[in-house]
């Protein structure tokens, strides 16, 4: 069985800096793509970036490019979301979820999901 257990979020000033983590178990990080998405209240859910070490592909939405970074560590079968230079904007709930290589971009490409973990940046 596929688990996803996100981790890290809270409350942070803007400018600050988070990081989430996602605990995966139930598959090999070799065969599959982990994208992390954010919903805010009132809106559709958003891709923020994927990684797929094994595909070679990875990307982020341009909104973060610069500020964001994901990286996983196979041995732990955790997937990190390094966020800084956060943003009022940058406010939502931050899901990752997880599908066979390679990376995509929307969200019911992906099977499995974890709970969400809150972010919020305060201005």
């Known amino acids: 069985e596929v688990q996803l257990v996100e981790s890290g979020g809270g409350l942070v000033q803007a400018g600050g800096s988070l990081r989430l983590s996602c605990a995966a178990s139930g598959f090999s990080f070799d065969d599959y793509a982990i994208g992390w998405f954010r919903q805010a209240p009132g809106e559709e859910r958003e891709v923020v970036g994927c990684?797929?070490?094994?595909?070679?592909?990875?990307f982020y939405r341009d909104s973060v490019k610069g500020r964001f970074v994901i990286s996983s560590d196979s041995a732990k079968n955790t997937v990190y979301l390094q966020m800084n230079a956060l943003k009022p904007e940058d406010t939502a709930v931050y899901y990752c979820a997880a599908r066979l290589a390679p990376c995509v971009v929307v969200a019911p490409a992906y099977d499995d999901w974890g709970q969400g973990t809150q972010v919020t940046v305060s201005s």
């Open positions: 990684i797929s070490s094994n595909a070679g592909s990875s």
